[in-house]
């Protein structure tokens, strides 16, 4: 299994500004994964981030928006950029563990845009 | 795209009956279908997986199936008990090392 923690665990930020969300794993994972869960909705894959690559990002995601680096087989950041209300929700890291097809998920960052 | 539909209403029930809940999906069949167990402010943790040429797959109180012909996955848990309340979630997934698709959750209230 891997552990996942997430900084910050909350924020309420001003419109206009950007939140950067650190993710960090207690083991080297070659892929790690952005989700964005909205209120009452569904998890959203945002991007796969590879270490030493380029994020992979899904339809309707960005990456001027949603800025992502992995720096090393342990760690990654999401940044979400000029915020706005629409982009209050839980953002969650996971990572996979290929070997059962079983992901593990952070504790999620909950986000408010006033 | 794959869409997924769990039952958005809550499902109530007594302590100690056992809790059935659905998750349809409507194009493909996936390669593998996963249950997540949800709790409020918690990431979502991994339950069981079954792959498409399994049709049941247990775990201690938790039974999955899974048949491909009604596209559709039931998971059950007996024996319930109010510490299984929570948000239950399925997801699909195509291939090793893909994405996951994940439907909306239905809410699980054990009343005791």
């Known amino acids: 299994s891997a552990v996942i923690s997430q900084k910050p665990s909350r924020d309420i930020c001003q419109r206009g500004t950007s939140l950067t969300i650190q993710c960090q794993v207690d083991?080297?994972?070659?892929?790690m994964f952005w989700y964005r869960q909205q209120p009452g909705q569904s998890l959203t894959l945002i991007a796969t981030?590879?270490?030493?690559?380029?994020?992979?990002?899904e339809s309707g995601f960005v990456i001027d928006k949603f800025p992502i680096s992995r720096p090393n087989l342990t760690f990654s950041t999401l940044t979400v950029s000029n915020m706005s209300p629409e982009d209050s929700s839980i953002y969650l890291c996971?990572?996979?563990?290929?070997?059962?097809?079983?992901?593990?998920f952070g504790p999620g960052t909950r986000l408010t845009v006033l | 795209s794959q869409k997924i539909e769990q039952n958005s209403e809550a499902l109530n029930i007594q302590e100690g009956k056992t809790a059935t809940l659905t998750c349809n999906y409507t194009n493909y069949s996936p390669a593998y279908l996963q249950w997540y167990r949800q709790d409020p402010g918690r990431g979502p943790v991994f339950l069981l997986l079954i792959r498409e040429n399994e049709k049941e797959k247990r775990k201690e109180r938790l039974k999955v199936t899974f048949d491909t012909t009604l596209k559709q996955s039931l998971f059950h848990i007996t024996a319930s008990q109010p510490a299984d309340s929570a948000t239950y979630l399925c997801a699909l997934g195509e291939s090793s090392g893909d994405k996951l698709t994940f439907g909306t959750g239905t809410r699980l209230a054990v009343r005791p």
């Open positions: 981030a590879n270490q030493g690559s380029e994020a992979t990002y």
């Open positions: 083991s080297q994972v070659t892929m």
């Open positions: 996971s990572v996979e563990s290929l070997a059962v097809n079983e992901q593990f």
